[in-house]
């Protein structure tokens, strides 16, 4: 396939956050930098699903009042002399034995409209969320992960599946709908460590691309990840190659999308570099414009690094060009294990 790169067309800045604080920064950034509004607070720590509560603060189940018992009472002593009985028309006496009370209209039942989460792991350190959100059928709402987010849709029911990388060992999930109300649960994944993973993330069709190139893999070639060429999941879990996942749906207004790139590190078939680039389609939608992107690398388990870039894409002139950023990566080195 023949492909225009074009190098030095494009002003791009970049600005580097490292460090084990970046999560809450880079939500922050994000969010002011796409213009979706203040950033979610962080979800709160999960209790477990389960737990028993402090006897102390138990209330006793109500019991029936205790009656006691009847015998040994007397009939009251009759007082006077015995009245005459007089036989008149019969009385109507009321039937207690049925139902006598009118009935009385229930209160209609209310649905419960809280959203709920249930995380699964899944092969490749992936993480199987399962929403469900009975009041918000056909919304979009955001998933957030550990500084990455994305757009995803409900269906009918107000009912998702996702499949997620984990970027943690303790992987916190949280949904978030645009009232305010959030999914969360968290997972512990142990094989996290064992899978690199880079992550570019930005808002809405702007042209951007991840690409992988394995072992001096060549475009098209095999070896070369993108979404045109994905790869396995389950090939990466056996240390055969890397994947990448698509994450975001874009017909949302300013949806936030993500492709990941997950190579198995920790257990490499064979040694050598794998060189990660981005590229920038110029099309009719972009031309002119400046648009953000940001790009986050978790390697080894180790703290991850963050980079975010302001480019300016070229004019209309330019469309169909393809603007190559080979800097907003690190080369990783794999050791065959």
């Known amino acids: 396939m023949s492909r225009i790169k074009s190098l030095a067309i494009a002003a791009a800045t970049f600005a580097a956050a490292m460090g084990i604080g970046f999560v809450m920064q880079n939500q922050e950034l994000m969010a002011e930098r796409f213009g979706i509004g203040d950033a979610p607070s962080p979800a709160p720590a999960l209790a477990p699903a389960f737990a028993l509560a402090d006897s102390s603060s138990v209330v006793p189940m109500l019991t029936a009042p205790q009656i006691e018992s009847l015998t040994g009472l007397v009939a009251p002593a009759a007082i006077g002399p015995a009245r005459q009985t007089i036989i008149g028309p019969p009385v109507l006496v009321a039937d207690l034995s049925g139902d006598f009370l009118p ?7 209310v649905a419960d409209c809280t959203p709920v989460m249930v995380a699964t792991s899944a092969a490749a350190a992936m993480a199987v969320l399962d929403i469900s959100a009975p009041c918000q059928p056909d919304a979009f709402a955001t998933l957030h992960h550990n500084g990455m987010m994305f757009t995803f849709a ?19 999930f949280m949904a978030q709908f645009a009232d305010g109300s959030v999914a969360t649960d968290q997972l512990s994944v142990a094989d996290v460590a064992l899978y690199d993973r880079a992550v570019l993330q930005f808002e809405g069709r702007t042209g951007f691309e991840l690409h992988a190139s394995e072992f001096g893999a060549d475009f098209g070639a095999p070896g ?9 999941a389950l090939a990466a879990a056996d240390g055969a190659g890397g994947f990448m996942l698509i994450l975001g749906d874009d017909r949302a207004e300013h949806a936030l999308m993500a492709e990941v790139y997950t190579y198995p590190a920790g257990a490499a078939q064979q040694s050598g570099e794998i060189a990660l680039s981005v590229e920038a389609e110029i099309t009719a939608a972009n031309c002119g414009r400046d648009l953000a992107a940001q790009s986050m690398q978790f390697i080894g388990g180790a703290d991850p690094t963050a980079l975010d870039l302001t480019l ?4 209309c002139e330019g469309i169909g060009d393809i ?11 794999v050791a065959s294990r």
């Open 312 to 315: 300016t894409i070229p004019a």
């Open 323 to 333: 603007l190559l950023l080979d800097s907003m990566f690190d080369t990783w080195q």
């Open 103 to 109: 009935q009385v209209p229930g209160t209609p039942e």
């Open 224 to 232: 070369h990840i993108w979404r045109g060429a994905a790869g396995d």
């Open 154 to 172: 409900t269906g009918h029911d107000g009912s998702a599946a996702l499949v997620v990388p984990a970027l943690t060992e303790t992987a916190i």
